[in-house]
């Protein structure tokens, strides 16, 4: 329902909108074929004072003269509509006035549209009627104007109410101009067609306020008159406010540090100023939102300095907790099937020479294996095989891993400075996986290192030579990348001198009884109990579909091994187990449904808690996730 309120200065007017609205409401508003329900508020007051108090809760406001005018400055969150004067209106008043006042020369007082009205009626009634502009409308303006341009023994006066008032104080004789039924038929038209979009737009920027509501940074958006229009939920936590009370306002009428008015006002844009708001250390952004030339706004983003550092040590912890040795050979792909085979011989001969490769396939479909086969096969296996996720870390904490840095090099750089994975990995290989992720600017600095092999560490201007071959891995078509802008044409072909495409799960079946024998085997030897699989549930197997490749098997296989009732699981059970798990391919609703604790938990720990994949895996939207990872208390972050 849509809510249309008119603020009306006299019983009259009111009526006239409420039955006007009854008959233009059984008519299909042009803008909205679907036919929206809206209904209509009628609030009849004329006092200025009061009005300026109103509270108003609705989509629109309607209302004529002076009164719209101070509703468009008193209400911001929503819009007002002019209940305009018509010609008709006009000419009503003029013919009162000869049928009355025949003698007297008539004068209107009123808005520039008033004044347009008359100018345009000049070829109907010549010069007999003088217009007055009134631009402020105030009661001091309107009795300037009676001094200057009413005559008491002669003039007539036509206006709104507040020029009858002044009129009838004097002694003079008035006619009120009033709305007829046209001009409120015009208004109702586009004050539906006004909520209609503005209850669009708000949907949308509900829509955004969720997404903006997921980020973990804390963002707020000032708009040009220096107020708050846009905050998520993460900054109103952060700094202790809530929207509700903050929007549209000003940051110094709410919030009274200091440090963050200083670093709003402050000309310019910034990146990881640190700033002290109550006594916390904020890592703060902002950048100025500029549309044709012209500043319209800022946008701030917040960030805790002890979450960015403990961000830090828990990803350096990981990359470096991984070692730097390439555990598996070719030995350790499983599998029969003929395209399995074809990939394995291809990859061997890559063993053999020292060129640069690129790996594609689908999430779970081994690449890092393949990788690593490739290094233990290669005349550089007793080099280091040095592996980074490009898509799981940030741009800048990218560059310092891979690159290194200086002592000073940025705040919080180590003493001493550190080495980068490159230099880690000389005379090694570097398996860079998800390089699609990686940013333009990175990949500049990656092909200088592929065509020099040299580089040099952030904040210094020394060269460091390094012998590296590099593998990557992606998951999606690099050529559709290069076509958006989005990946350089000259790295591609750098990395693209050697190219393995693997298999996914679905397309080699064969191999799923290998696979799951030796994943229930592995979970066997593991938790000293044995449990294997019929025939059948392998052959139920074999009949699903992985999206999720061999890590999606290995993960059901698990599932399958810890929530069994027996040592020997057919295919009721594994149908069982699985489809109330929610695997992959069923609907996202079941998937919502049915996730349990144990389910999210394997998932997170498999994908070093990427919720993206975790959810792309579970069938489901990464915020369905969140939610569902928030009432079971799961925490957002691996312990």
Not at 360 to 373: D, H, I, V
Request: proline letters at 4%; a negative charge.
């Amino acid at each position: 329902m849509i809510k249309i309120t008119v603020v009306a200065p006299d019983e009259e007017l009111g009526r006239l909108f409420t039955e006007t609205f009854d008959e233009h409401d059984e008519q299909i508003h042009p803008a909205d074929p679907q036919q929206e329900a809206y209904e209509l508020e009628v609030l009849i007051e004329h006092n200025h004072d009061r009005i300026r108090e109103l509270q108003i809760d609705t989509d629109v406001v309607a209302a004529r003269g002076y009164t719209a005018q101070i509703l468009l400055e008193s209400v911001d969150s929503v819009p007002v509509v002019k209940l305009p004067v018509t010609g008709n209106d006009i000419i009503r008043c003029l013919k009162e006035c000869r049928e009355h006042f025949p003698d007297r020369k008539p004068i209107i007082m009123g808005t520039r549209n008033i004044v347009f009205q008359v100018e345009n009626l000049y070829d109907f009634f010549g010069q007999g009627l003088t217009p007055v502009l009134l631009t402020e409308q105030t009661p001091r303006e309107i009795a300037a104007m009676f001094e200057l341009m009413v005559n008491p023994g002669s003039s007539v006066m036509i206006g709104g109410r507040m020029v009858c008032e002044h009129a009838q104080q004097h002694g003079i004789p008035h006619v009120m101009l009033r709305s007829g039924r046209l001009a409120v038929w015009q208004t109702i038209t586009e004050a539906k067609r006004v909520a209609w979009i503005s209850r669009i737009e708000q949907e949308k920027a509900t829509r955004y306020k969720s997404v903006l509501d997921c980020a973990t940074e804390g963002i707020l958006v000032i708009d040009r008159k220096g107020r708050l229009s846009v905050i998520n939920a993460t900054c109103e936590e952060m700094l202790g406010i809530s929207a509700n009370t903050c929007m549209g306002r000003k940051i110094p009428e709410f919030f009274d540090e200091k440090a963050l008015q200083e670093f709003i006002l402050k000309p310019g844009s910034f990146r990881d100023e640190v700033i002290v708001v109550k006594g916390q250390n904020f890592a703060a952004n902002k950048d100025t939102v500029v549309h044709k030339a012209e500043k319209i706004g800022t946008v701030i983003t917040l960030r805790r300095v002890t979450e960015i550092q403990e961000t830090e040590v828990n990803i350096r912890g990981k990359i470096h907790n991984k070692g730097h040795i390439a555990r598996h050979t070719f030995n350790d792909i499983i599998g029969v099937s003929t395209t399995i085979k074809a990939s394995i011989k291809r990859a061997r001969s890559f063993s053999s020479v020292d060129s640069n490769v690129l790996i594609y396939g689908g999430t779970g479909t081994g690449k890092e294996l393949f990788a690593q086969s490739i290094h233990n096969s290669s005349f550089r296996r007793k080099g280091p095989f040095v592996a980074i996720n490009c898509a799981a870390i940030s741009e800048s904490l990218l560059e310092s891993e891979l690159f290194g840095y200086v002592q000073g090099a940025f705040t919080g750089a180590s003493r001493g400075g550190k080495p980068g994975l490159f230099e880690l990995a000389h005379r090694g290989t570097v398996f860079l996986d998800e390089v699609s992720e990686m940013s333009l600017r990175l990949q500049g600095r990656l092909l200088r290192v592929l065509q020099e092999k040299e580089l040099m560490r952030l904040g210094d201007d020394r060269i460091i030579p390094v012998d590296i071959r590099i593998i990557s891995a992606v998951n999606r078509d690099l050529r559709d990348l290069i076509d958006a802008g989005q990946f350089r044409e000259d790295l591609f072909y750098r990395l693209d001198v050697l190219n393995l495409d693997l298999p996914s799960l679905d397309s080699r079946k064969e191999d799923i009884p290998y696979l799951s024998r030796y994943f229930m085997e592995a979970l066997g030897e593991k938790n000293v109990l044995s449990k294997t699989l019929e025939k059948s549930a392998v052959e139920y197997l074999q009949q699903r579909i992985w999206r999720g490749n061999i890590r999606e098997l290995m993960n059901a296989c698990e599932r399958l091994y810890v929530l069994s009732e027996t040592n020997r699981i057919d295919k009721p059970e594994a149908e069982g187990i699985l489809e109330t798990t929610a695997p992959v391919g069923a609907t996202p609703s079941s998937a919502a449904v049915k996730m349990d604790e144990h389910t999210i938990l394997t998932l997170l720990d498999e994908e070093d808690y990427r919720k993206d994949r975790v959810a792309e895996r579970l069938g489901i939207h990464r915020s369905t996730l969140w939610r569902r990872m928030k009432k079971l208390n799961i925490p957002g972050k691996a312990p």
